[in-house]
């Protein structure tokens, strides 16, 4: 498999580690992370396919990249691995290059990458997002197995749907009827009403200082890895956000009108200060579960997101996990609160490349690459 430990460790020893350039796909995420790499004194590779994308760069010349490698179909990334490793090439993977290349693609990719690739595969499954939710000890919305069996409101959710794209709420069978695609696979969940947080955690194993996840340990005993918070924004959603100026539900209804989720942007927001605590001990029990995944598993590394809704009883419940560095934290590409409060200028695009060369200064690269 790419990125295991013993080919990770042939690639990295021809790599020069002075010498190191960030490579990212031109989208989602790509200009704080070309952004931050620049700021962190790394050279800089912007991979693209069409015109437009790399235009759209010249009007941030602080996060233009040092070279672009130009594509006609992402998925030639996959031929260039040799072309990317003579150039010392790290990936920083976002969702963009994993729903372009294909998660199974994307984790034969032969070229090291930020981050955990396997943890994706945990990612990706509903099922198998729960089972490593819980057993951190967190909350999530009920699933319904039977759409008989609704009996208050629930949100229906298609597998691999991009960004909330037909999701539908329902109050009882006869709205799921009404709406449901039967050729689509989906989930019934329990509709959580109260207010909705993207928490972008970072957990950095090569630190020994700071908020420690209990169980981290290194072979020899001491306590390892820091956990940070670094932004949390908040989406906006397309039509369901607005939807309550037209009416209620039923006037909708009667326009023919469903509420949709489709993200359009994002917003800065902070939590409650008394609710840092217990955001703390989820994202902290995300990473201590990781790595119970399965046999010799590494966990996560780098950032990740919590998604979840606090109630009006302030109590979490996580709907989703992303083990990857989100587009909402585009919100803080100078900064954010919580950041701000260590350093200036932080985003989450240049924390992964201070991890990256931290590790580097300390031949410990190995240790957050796959
Ligand atoms: P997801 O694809 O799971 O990230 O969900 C997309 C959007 O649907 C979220 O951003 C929320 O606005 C909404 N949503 C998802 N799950 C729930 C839930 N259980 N209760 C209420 N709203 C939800």
């Not at 957990?203 to 020994?208: E, N, S, V």
């Not at 217990?278 to 995300?286: D, K, P, Q, W």
């Not at 996990?321 to 609160?337: D, E, H, L």
Request: hydrophobic share 40%.
């Amino acid at each position: 498999m790419a990125g295991s430990g013993e080919q990770l460790a042939e690639w990295l020893s021809a790599y020069n580690h002075d010498e190191i350039t960030i490579g990212v796909v031109a989208s989602h995420s790509a200009l704080q992370i070309l952004h931050g790499a620049r700021a962190e004194g790394f050279r800089t590779l912007g991979i693209a396919v069409g015109e437009g994308r790399r235009k759209m760069f010249k009007a941030f010349p602080g996060a233009e990249p040092d070279e672009w490698l130009m594509l006609d179909d992402y998925k030639q990334m996959l031929d260039k691995a040799d072309w990317f490793r003579e150039r010392n090439v790290i990936i920083i993977p976002h969702g963009s290059l994993v729903e372009y290349l294909g998660a199974d693609n994307f984790i034969d990719l032969q070229v090291p990458t930020f981050g955990n690739r396997r943890i994706l595969k945990w990612e990706s499954g509903r099922d198998t997002q729960r089972e490593w939710l819980e057993m951190g000890g967190c909350t999530m919305p009920k699933t319904i197995d039977d759409p008989h069996d609704i009996d208050g409101p629930v949100i229906v959710k298609y597998a691999g749907a991009k960004g909330g794209r037909g999701y539908f709420v329902a109050r009882n069978f006869r709205d799921f009827r009404r709406n449901v695609d039967l050729e689509e696979d989906f989930t019934i969940q329990e509709y959580i009403l109260g207010t909705r947080y993207y928490m972008q955690f970072f957990y950095d194993p090569i630190c020994d200082d700071g908020y420690q996840v209990e169980g981290m340990m290194s072979r020899e005993g001491q306590e390892i890895g820091r956990l940070e918070l670094l932004t949390i924004d908040r989406r906006d959603e397309a039509n369901v956000d607005e939807f309550y100026k037209l009416g209620s539900l039923r006037d909708l209804r009667d326009m023919g009108l469903e509420p949709s989720f489709v993200v359009t942007g994002n917003a800065e927001v902070v939590l409650r200060e008394s609710l840092l605590p217990e955001a703390f001990r989820l994202g902290e029990g995300a990473v201590a579960s990781s790595l119970e995944l399965e046999e010799g598993a590494r966990g996560m590394i780098g950032p990740f997101c919590l998604e979840a809704i606090v109630t009006d009883k302030l109590e979490f419940r996580v709907f989703e996990v992303s083990a990857r560095i989100v587009a909402g934290s585009n919100v803080s590409i100078g900064g954010s609160p919580y950041m701000n409060i260590n350093e200036d200028n932080m985003s989450v695009g240049r924390r992964i490349a201070r991890c990256i060369k931290k590790a580097a200064e300390k031949n410990r690269l190995q240790e957050i690459l796959s």
